[in-house]
């Protein structure tokens, strides 16, 4: 599985970007796709995941009501909103054969992908 995520740039606080991640190869192994980011100096932390049928969410309590998690078959999405200077990181994507709930516990993802630079600047 390889996954590809794009979308990232510098916003101004208060702006809204949207993140993208596709996933090709044996994508039947996934279960679960989602977000995970890391900021200068800091661990790498769970911001957002979803299932593969989109019927089950989990987020990072930091990001509720501001971050938006969805899916379309073999991508993902991380809609942002009312971005904050402490969102600025690299986010990674993520596809795990696990629940999302558990991801807020368990950084051992099956994959990753390249991160993509979010810069939020006041």
């Known amino acids: 599985v390889q996954l590809q995520a794009s979308g990232g740039g510098l916003v101004q606080a208060g702006d809204s970007v949207t993140l993208s991640c596709t996933a090709t190869?044996?994508?039947?192994?996934?279960?679960?796709m989602g977000w995970f980011r890391q900021a200068p100096g800091k661990e790498r932390e769970f911001v957002a995941a979803i299932t593969r049928n989109g019927a089950d969410t989990s987020y990072a309590y930091f990001v509720k009501g501001r971050f938006t998690i969805s899916r379309s078959q073999n991508t993902v999405y991380l809609q942002m909103t009312n971005l904050k200077r402490e969102d600025t990181a690299v986010y990674y994507c993520?596809?795990?054969?696990?629940?999302?709930?558990?991801?807020?516990?368990?950084?051992?993802?099956?994959?990753w992908g390249k991160g993509t630079q979010v810069t939020v600047s006041s």
């Open positions: 993520a596809s795990d054969r696990s629940d999302p709930g558990s991801w807020y516990v368990d950084l051992n993802m099956d994959y």
């Open positions: 190869g044996n994508t039947f192994s996934i279960y679960s």
